[in-house]
C-alpha cells in the first residue's frame, strides 16, 4: 500500500481550495493570484504547523502548472538534514534552468522550514531569487516570517495562517471518521483537539493511531497519547524476525509517521525487543542494529537505512 493511502494526513489533504479550512483571508487573496499566475508574486507563508501550509503550497502549485507539476517544481526542506549547502545549490541549478513549455508561466520552488536557514544562507538565496526571477517563483514556508530576512520579506507577499479553530477541527475529524466507518463520539474527538491545540496533522494522526483497532474511545486516544512505542516495536522486530519483511515494513511505517516516533527511538526499542525475543539469531540481529545505528549517525536518511536493516532481519530467518 502505498504511503498516502496509508496516513489519513496524505489521503484526506485537500486538493482545493474551497476545501481548506479556515485561513479565509489567505484563500480570499490567494485567490486572484491563481486566476493570473503571470502576475504572481514569490509566496511567504508563515503559520503555525497543521494549519495547512504545505496543502496550500502544493494547490498552488497544482493550480498553475497542473499535469506538469512534477517536472516544474522542487520541494525541498531548509532543515533537510544533507545540509544548507546541498539545498542552495539544488535551488541554484534548478532555478537557473529557462526552458519552460508553452503555457507554464515558471519554475516553482517549496521551500518548507524556510526560518531555519542562518543569515547568511538566506542572504545567498535571496541572490538566487533575484537572478531568477524571471522564470521561477519561490513559495517559503515557516513558523515565523519575523525568523526570514527582511529583504526577503520585502520581496514575498506574505499570508499568515491561523491555528484551526476548534469547532473546524472536530468537524474534519468526524468527515474523516465517517469515512473511515469509525465511530467518533463528540467526547473523544473534543479530547483530541484539547491534547493536539489546533494542530490538524497531529490531530488527524492521533485520530489514526486511536483508532488502529477499529474502536475510537477515550482509552484508545489515552493509550496513544501515553503510548506503548515500546511494545509497537517489540512487534516490528518480532515480524521482520519471522521473516515478514513487508509486514514489518508497514508497521514501521505506521510507527514512524503516524505515531511521529523518532528513528534512534526505534533502534532502542527494537534492541530491547531482540535481546528479550530470545531469538536463535540473537547476536547477528544485534550486530545489524549496530551497524544501521552508525550510519545512522552518519546522517543516512533514516526510513530508507530502518527499512533496509528489517530486509536483513527478515533475512535471518533463510539462513
Ligand atoms: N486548513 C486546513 N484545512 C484542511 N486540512 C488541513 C488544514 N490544515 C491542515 N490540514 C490537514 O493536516 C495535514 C497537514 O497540513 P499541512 O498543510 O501539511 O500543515 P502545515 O501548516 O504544517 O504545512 C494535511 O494533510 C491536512 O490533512
Ligand atoms: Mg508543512
Not at 13 to 19: A, I, N
Not at 46 to 54: D, I, L
Not at 105 to 127: C, H, I, K
Not at 130 to 138: A, P, V
Amino acid at each position: 500500500m502505498p504511503v498516502e493511502e496509508l496516513m489519513w494526513v496524505e489521503k484526506y489533504r485537500p486538493h482545493k481550495l474551497e476545501d481548506v479550512m479556515n485561513q479565509t483571508e489567505v484563500k480570499e487573496r490567494l485567490r486572484p493570484l491563481l486566476q493570473k499566475p503571470q502576475e504572481m508574486p514569490h509566496l511567504l507563508f508563515a503559520g503555525p504547523p497543521g494549519s495547512g501550509k504545505t496543502t496550500l503550497a502544493l494547490i498552488v502549485a497544482e493550480t498553475i502548472l497542473g499535469e506538469l507539476k512534477g517536472d516544474y517544481t522542487l520541494s525541498l526542506n531548509a532543515s533537510d538534514e544533507r545540509g544548507i549547502d546541498t539545498v542552495r545549490e539544488r535551488i541554484k541549478v534548478f532555478a537557473s534552468y529557462s526552458d519552460r513549455r508553452e503555457g507554464v508561466p515558471f519554475r516553482l520552488v517549496m521551500l518548507d522550514e524556510a526560518d531555519e536557514m542562518t543569515s547568511s544562507a538566506q542572504t545567498a538565496l535571496r541572490r538566487i531569487m533575484e537572478e531568477s526571477s524571471r522564470f521561477t517563483r519561490f513559495i517559503l514556508i515557516c513558523n515565523y516570517s519575523s525568523s526570514i530576512i527582511e529583504p526577503i520579506q520585502s520581496r514575498c507577499a506574505i499570508f499568515r495562517f491561523q491555528r484551526v479553530d476548534a469547532q473546524q477541527v472536530t468537524a474534519y475529524l468526524k468527515k474523516i471518521a465517517k469515512t473511515e466507518n469509525i465511530k467518533a463520539p463528540e467526547t473523544v474527538l473534543d479530547a483530541i483537539y484539547e491534547a493536539t491545540g489546533g494542530d490538524l496533522r497531529q490531530a488527524i494522526n492521533l485520530l489514526q493511531a486511536a483508532s488502529m483497532g477499529g474502536e475510537l474511545t477515550l482509552e484508545t486516544v489515552n493509550a496513544v497519547t501515553g503510548s506503548t512505542v515500546k511494545e509497537k516495536a517489540g512487534e516490528i522486530v518480532k515480524l521482520a524476525l519471522d521473516g515478514d519483511f513487508n509486514g514489518a515494513r508497514l508497521k514501521l511505517v505506521e510507527l514512524t509517521r503516524v505515531y511521529g516516533i523518532p528513528e534512534t527511538d526505534f533502534l532502542r526499542f527494537a534492541n530491547e525487543a531482540i535481546v528479550s525475543s530470545g531469538a536463535k539469531r540473537t547476536a547477528d540481529a544485534i550486530k545489524i542494529l549496530a551497524e544501521y545505528d552508525y550510519r545512522l549517525l552518519l546522517g543516512a536518511s533514516p526510513e530508507i537505512q530502518l527499512t533496509a536493516m528489517l530486509a536483513e532481519l527478515a533475512a535471518l530467518k533463510e539462513k
